[in-house]
């Protein structure tokens, strides 16, 4: 046997030209996924703003889209709040 269950010699980590690289490319994903939370934040509350306030039931969903939104974005910016 060649290398270990884990890729390396006798089971070690394997070596770094064949390790993932998916932490740097995560990264970018969780940048780019910030930069679209805030796109449609800005674009939900344009279209409240658009709705008429007759409009009640289309009004508290956009509300409550809004909301989550804001959530998720704050709890994705994590501890530095970037």
Same mark, same amino acid.
Request: charged share 30%; aromatic share 2%; hydrophobic share 35%.
């Given at each position: 046997?060649?290398?270990?269950?884990?890729?390396?010699?006798?089971?070690?980590?394997?070596?770094?030209?064949?390790?993932?690289?998916?932490?740097?490319?995560?990264?970018?994903? !969780?940048?780019?996924?910030?930069? &679209?939370? /805030? #796109?449609?934040? *800005?674009?939900?509350? @344009?279209?409240?703003?658009?709705?008429?306030?007759?409009?009640?039931?289309? !009004?508290?969903?956009?509300?409550? &889209?809004? /909301? #989550?939104?804001? *959530?998720?974005?704050? @709890?994705?910016?994590?501890?530095?709040?970037?």
């Amino acid at each position: 046997m060649t290398g270990g269950p884990a890729g390396g010699p006798a089971g070690g980590p394997p070596p770094e030209a064949e390790r993932s690289d998916w932490t740097d490319q995560d990264l970018l994903t !969780r940048d780019e996924a910030g930069g &679209r939370i /805030r #796109a449609e934040i *800005a674009e939900t509350q @344009a279209r409240l703003d658009r709705t008429d306030p007759s409009r009640a039931e289309e !009004r508290a969903a956009l509300e409550r &889209r809004l /909301r #989550a939104l804001r *959530a998720h974005a704050a @709890a994705s910016a994590g501890p530095s709040g970037a």
